[in-house]
């Protein structure tokens, strides 16, 4: 069975400070994705990145970067200079590819809080 | 404009009293998905389906059905709704459901008194 794991269930931190958002996952399946979204208060749920399970390299759009690393099942969300839009939940989900190819897995989500 | 929409957006229903949360999406996309957030628990998948006809149980699907008559529609049907299933549901769509966008609606905010 598939799992995800956000550690951090809560994070504060201020404006212009770095932050980094940990994502461990579990899965049988060689071929799945991974994904992070963002919650703001709002409401609505933001798609913000895809990764596949072949494509190892990092990925930068902004002040937002992603670690993915195979060898500790990690998909790490870093927000560079956080600023007080940042203010959000934000979840890591897990998609398979083989047999349960659709079945998606979220974790628990981490509130992260921006303080000006 | 690309959109999935989701009705009703609030509703309080009462426990036995059928109820059907509506999704539609207008990108001729494959995939949709229904999910439902609690409080401490995140998201939650009840139901998938990747293709017209096609439909799979998520981790949650005991008390919902939903069916896939065409590629626009997923409807969320709630039998006989308990207290149990109030919460927040999401409907989403992608083009395949694997490796794309996922695109979600506004979500529906369930109370079952």
């Known amino acids: 069975a598939q799992k995800v794991t956000q550690a951090q269930t809560e994070i504060s931190v201020v404006e212009k400070e770095d932050v980094t958002l940990d994502c461990v996952y579990e899965?049988?399946?060689?071929?799945?994705?991974l994904f992070w979204y963002k919650q703001p208060p709002s409401g609505e749920l933001v798609f913000l990145i895809r990764?596949?399970?072949?494509?190892?390299q990092n990925e930068i759009s902004g002040r937002y970067s992603w670690n993915f690393q195979k060898s500790t099942s990690s998909f790490n969300f870093t927000i560079t200079a956080s600023q007080v839009v940042d203010s959000a939940v934000y979840f890591c989900a897990l998609s398979e590819r083989g047999l349960n190819a659709g079945k998606s897995t979220f974790g628990d989500g981490t509130t992260l809080t921006v303080k000006p | 404009e690309a959109q999935v929409t989701q009705n009703p957006r609030y509703l309080i229903t009462v426990t036995g009293k059928k109820l059907t949360v509506t999704c539609s999406q207008n990108?001729?996309?494959?995939?949709m998905s229904w999910y439902r957030q609690d409080p401490g628990l995140g998201l939650r998948q009840i139901y998938y389906s990747m293709n017209v006809e096609v439909t799979d149980k998520g981790d949650v699907p005991e008390g919902y059905k939903v069916s896939r008559k065409e590629k626009r529609n997923f409807p969320l049907i709630l039998e006989s709704p308990s207290p149990n299933q109030t919460s927040l549901y999401f409907c989403?769509?992608?083009?395949?459901?694997?490796?794309?966008?996922?695109?979600f609606g506004e979500g529906s905010w369930l109370t079952v008194v």
């Open positions: 990764r596949n399970s072949f494509d190892e």
């Open positions: 899965t049988r399946d060689t071929t799945y994705y």
């Open positions: 989403a769509s992608s083009l395949t459901g694997l490796d794309n966008t996922i695109y």
């Open positions: 990108m001729n996309h494959e995939y």
